[in-house]
């Protein structure tokens, strides 16, 4: 410990290590540590009116937690989230494996360019917004009733924010650039002749990819779906703009609970949520043997 | 031979087309909205094109202090993040420590959080511990949170290609430590520091999910753009998400264009040091041979 | 102008590793001082001990009298030529050479002038401007040194600042290097694996192995007169006898060698019985030409192999034991073939007799 203060030191000259260590120790315990604890006191507390607060009422207690088990609905909105975030995640990966292939290792030149401006618009456009567009396609006069009326396969406008459909789908569409990004930062450390020699063994297209290029893209597929997850698990914005008042969702459940002065069981359902996603993250990362740090790549 | 070549590429193709259709078509939509006359947020039936619904929007106020409030935001995040952010990547790059990959695990754990969290905690310890309530301080603190730890791995990844002994050379010529990081380190770092920069403001700009719980009864742009949306839509709307993705390409093409002229410029300079290296090697060393 | 580096007792160490250890010496003000010895052999932690990157774990290194404890790199009259240069990239030239200027608060003016002048003495004329991408290797190395001694330094030191470079520059860089030198008459402190730099070049050297100083001396001496079997085999190449010391007779003495004995010089005055190694250096050792020698050994002609001015001979002694000798070249027909049988001799003088337990080997 000693030493690591002295050669902080010395690295950084006295001003420097004031700097460093009051930045990082005001982000990482007023910021992260102490707002989760907090979160967590609150979640371990029965909702009190302020009298009450300090007497006997006041006590440590998984109530809170206890409701998500008891309550069939509540269980019902959270396994939809955990399933929908799956889906949301796997549909992902595989409409972006392809793409985050060939721009990292077919396509050359400027051509590189702008499927990456093609990528990046999209990526950087208010989530929001990319939720709205779907909310005008799968609107009852939307475009997609309008033209299957025109077809003729359907008569009436169909009501498609009706289920939890329209939730998935803007999901979708709205998270599946984070997949790309990490699979195409780690594919494109792929050495091309790998491929190539593999090609000239004889190796086939499917067997390229399952024995060379995925084993490579492993930590971008770890994080990918990491992040896709969480994203989908998290979102407040796409049920709020996409769904139905009859289809509920977790993070709208947690939204209701601070809205109407529940802060102890909107904090205890965060908590699980938050668990919910570090649990996903935990098994991400024991399954394709990768660890956090290729996350700076 | 030829043939299964040529299947290969109609496929390769048209997965593009469908992967690009799927990404831009909905947004080409709702962008054809805003010029409709239609006062329901409709592509067809067309009713003639109109800059109403830019108008209207225009002469909301509601928008205008929601604009404001986000600048506010976003500048207060870009100067909270980016000291944060260059602070840890700091520690990380220059202590050995035992611990690095905890700490590492614990400084990138704010973005593999839910933003929703982040922004449900931050209201809480601010209102319990210093009786602050949500509004746009909170709203800031919670957006840093996470976006110091994006500031914080862009600085690291340049900060690892630095060559240390530079700073070194810059002690050793008599430089503090506070000479050597303005004169030598910064320097180097400022290409990811304007990055940083660039990055937390458009983080904080976009940002829903953490603010939509830390605000308060304020509100950021995405947060009038959500209460709007999630009431009654009008094609004002749509006239916003039209100015945001303008704003959006142009930004991708000039950050396109200028990675694109960076390029250039390096090839350019290394063709000439290549020549004058070649120029150099024609006439051996001037003037020493006499030593 | 140069000054003076005392290190009295100076260790080093890391982690339970001493880099460096007891190493007590004096360094002249104005000299040209080498440390020689392979990759890991502590001189690389001595350098960065004189210049205060590291505080040594004991001992004092003093410069000008004045005792460096707790003096950083920044506060010393030192500079030092990095391996790598550790030039600014992102400064141009000119910007790299007043760099050190620039933190003394040298006027701008002068400070051009300044730059300029030392563009002139590192041959570098006009090119300030330039980025520092866009030179060679060669002027690369220039301008680090150019930089170094901008702030004219007392102490210059130089890690292996050469090693980058190809052999054709390499040989030109070390005269260029002596000629600033003794222009400056600055104490340049040099360390570097190859010894042929550091003989060229210097006007004393130690031999360094084991984070130890083996032997501290001029040149010649080293090379001649090693005192210790590391400075024997690192220095220049040898032939090794192993054996015990059976006789001494005046100034020599005899080994029983399992090629037979051997007469040695024996300078540390080894008493009977001593597990000694006798060294032969391969241009010392001839053809017989029937005249008397101290030591003659029968070998066979194993291969040899012609390098212009010398002609390089691998035999084996009646033993089996290789053995290589130099001879120059004259021009004669030497009539080698391999296989052949001859006598070769070398003079007592020339076998160096050394203990073998002070050996690192």
Known sequence: MRKVWNQAKHEFGPIGLAYVLIAVSVWMLVMVVAPQLIMLDFSLHPLLFPDEIGGPKDVWTLQNYEILFSNRLHMIIFLKTIWSSLLVTVFALVICYPISYYIAKVARGASVGWLMVGLIIPYWINELLRLFAWQIILADSGILNQAMLWIGIISEPLNFRAGNGAVILGMAYAYVLFMVFPLYNALESLDRNQVDAARDLGASWFRIHRRIVIPHAKPGIAIGCIMTFMLGAGTIAAPQLLGSPSSFWFTELIYTNFETANWNLGAAYATILALLCLVFMAIMLAVFRVSLKELSR | ?291 | MGQDVQLSNVGMCFDEFWAVRNVDMHIEAGEFFSFLGPSGCGKTTLLRLISGFLDPSEGVISINGQDMRGIGPNKRHTAMIFQNLALFPLMSVAHNIGFGLEIKRVPKLEREKRVDELLELVDLPGVGDKKVEDLSGGQKQRVAIARALAVEPSVLMLDEPLSALDLKLRHHMRAELRKIQRRTKVTFIYITHDQGEAFTMSDRLAVMSDGKIEQLGYPDAIYNNPATPFVASFVGETNTFHGSLSEIKDSSAIIDTPTGPLHCRNPQNLGQGTDSIAFVRPETISFMNGAQADNSLPCTIDTWSFEGAFITIQLKTGDGKPLTMRISNRGADLNLEPGKDVHVAFSADNALLLPKEASHA
């Not at chain 2, 973005?111 to 509004?135: E, N, Y």
């Not at chain 2, 920069?197 to 458009?202: G, Y």
């Open chain 2, 1 to 291: 031979m030829i043939s299964s070549k040529k299947v290969l590429k109609i496929i390769t193709g048209s997965y593009l087309f469908l992967f690009f259709g799927y990404l831009f078509l909905p947004l080409i939509f709702m962008g054809i909205v805003a010029f409709n006359s239609s006062s329901l947020p409709q592509v067809s039936p067309w009713e003639g094109f109109t800059w109403h619904w830019f108008h209207e929007l225009s002469q909301d106020s509601r928008m205008w202090d929601a604009l404001t409030n986000s600048l506010i935001v976003g500048v207060s995040v870009v100067c909270i993040s980016v000291p944060i952010g260059l602070a840890a990547a700091l520690l990380l790059t220059r202590l050995q420590l035992k611990s690095r990959d905890l700490l590492y695990a614990l400084f990138v754990s704010p973005i593999l959080t839910p933003g929703i969290i982040l922004g449900i905690s931050t209201f809480l310890f601010w209102d319990r511990a210093f009786a602050v309530m949500g509004g746009l301080w909170t709203a800031i603190v919670a957006q840093s949170t996470f976006i110091s730890a994006y500031c914080m791995l862009l600085i690291m990844s340049r900060i690892q290609r630095f060559d240390r002994t530079q700073e070194e050379a810059a002690f050793d010529l008599g430089a503090s430590h506070q000479q050597v990081f303005f004169k030598v380190t910064l320097p180097f770092l400022k290409p990811a520091l304007f990055s940083s920069v660039a990055l937390a403001f458009m983080q904080s700009f976009e940002n829903y999910n953490t603010t939509l719980f830390a605000i308060g009864f304020e509100q950021t742009l995405p947060i009038y753009i959500g209460t709007k949306l999630r009431q009654f839509i009008s094609p004002a709307m749509n006239a916003l998400a039209v100015i945001f993705i303008v704003l959006t390409i142009l930004g991708a093409l000039i950050y396109e264009y200028r990675r694109m002229m960076e390029r250039r410029k390096e090839a350019e300079r290394k063709k000439q040091a290549k020549a004058l290296k070649k120029a150099m090697a024609v006439q051996p060393v001037p003037a020493m041979q006499g030593a």
